[in-house]
């Protein structure tokens, strides 16, 4: 069976699976994530802590249901750390930092982005905020 994986659980990645799943049936499909995997909407981010929500209060799908209605594979915690282009295999560190090996047949990157770091005086007390974590 054809084996895609996905790196990335955010809007784009998750929206790739369930249409790559919609148009085949027949092939695996696993995505791996630093998140925990849950489905969440990116922008309410920035009014979470102004509208006093937490984390959880943010899922608007958790990472078991996705599995089960899109029929995938969602390693969630994991980093990948290389790509072996031509042996069609990555490298990511599972949640206990174990590294690991996954084969696949075609491989989207869908990582996002990682914020500015604006250099501001006190920076270390300036927080990112890009992901539910
Ligand atoms: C606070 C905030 C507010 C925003 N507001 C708006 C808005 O109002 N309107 C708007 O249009 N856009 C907004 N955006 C931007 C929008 O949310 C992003 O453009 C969109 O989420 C990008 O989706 P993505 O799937 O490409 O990346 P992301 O949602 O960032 O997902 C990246 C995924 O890749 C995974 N990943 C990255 N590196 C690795 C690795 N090495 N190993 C394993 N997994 C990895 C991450 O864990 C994550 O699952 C906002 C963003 C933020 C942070």
């Given at each position: 069976?054809?084996?895609?994986?996905?790196?990335?659980?955010?809007?784009?990645?998750?929206?790739?699976?369930?249409?790559?799943?919609?148009?085949?049936?027949?092939?695996?499909?696993?995505?791996?994530s630093r998140d925990s995997g849950d489905m969440y909407y990116k922008p309410n981010l920035s009014k979470a802590i102004s509208m006093k929500k937490s984390p959880a209060d943010l899922v608007?799908?958790?990472?078991?249901?996705?599995?089960?209605?899109?029929?995938?594979?969602?390693?969630?915690?994991?980093?990948?750390?290389?790509?072996?282009?031509?042996?069609?295999?990555?490298?990511?560190?599972?949640?206990?930092?174990?590294?690991?090996?996954?084969?696949?047949?075609?491989?989207?990157?869908?990582?996002?982005?990682?914020?500015?770091?604006?250099?501001?005086?006190?920076?270390?007390?300036?927080?990112?905020?890009?992901?539910?974590?």
């Amino acid at each position: 069976m054809k084996h895609i994986v996905i790196v990335g659980s955010g809007h784009a990645g998750l929206t790739l699976s369930r249409e790559l799943r919609l148009l085949n049936k027949d092939i695996a499909i696993t995505l791996l994530s630093r998140d925990s995997g849950d489905m969440y909407y990116k922008p309410n981010l920035s009014k979470a802590i102004s509208m006093k929500k937490s984390p959880a209060d943010l899922v608007m799908k958790r990472k078991s249901v996705l599995e089960q209605e899109q029929n995938i594979n969602i390693l969630s915690e994991v980093k990948v750390t290389g790509i072996e282009k031509e042996a069609k295999c990555l490298f990511y560190l599972d949640s206990d930092g174990v590294e690991r090996e996954l084969d696949y047949d075609q491989l989207v990157l869908a990582t996002g982005a990682s914020p500015v770091d604006l250099k501001l005086t006190n920076s270390e007390r300036c927080i990112s905020v890009n992901s539910l974590s």
